[in-house]
């Protein structure tokens, strides 16, 4: 069940810590980029090529989260 603790990780700003925080975000993003590139270059322009993007992009911000958010 969800608590107010919980409520408000998820609506606070979580600074970078040590822990190589940034280092991480950043090949997060190189990472999905990467992928990103391979989407574009081996799929037709289309609506589920959009997608498929879309979702990546909510990858990046979700695996961001899960550090920002538990560290």
């Not at 993007?53 to 560290?71: D, K, P, T």
Request: charged content about 30%; cysteine-free; aromatic content about 12%.
């Amino acid at each position: 069940m969800l608590t107010i603790r919980e409520l408000e990780n998820r609506f606070t700003y979580h600074k970078p810590t040590g822990k190589n925080q940034v280092k991480r975000y950043e090949e997060i993003r190189r990472s999905a980029l990467n992928f990103a590139e391979f989407l574009f270059e081996f799929t037709p322009e289309s609506r589920e090529q959009s997608l498929a993007i879309g979702r990546l992009e909510e990858v990046v911000f979700w695996a961001n989260a899960a550090i920002a958010r538990n560290e």
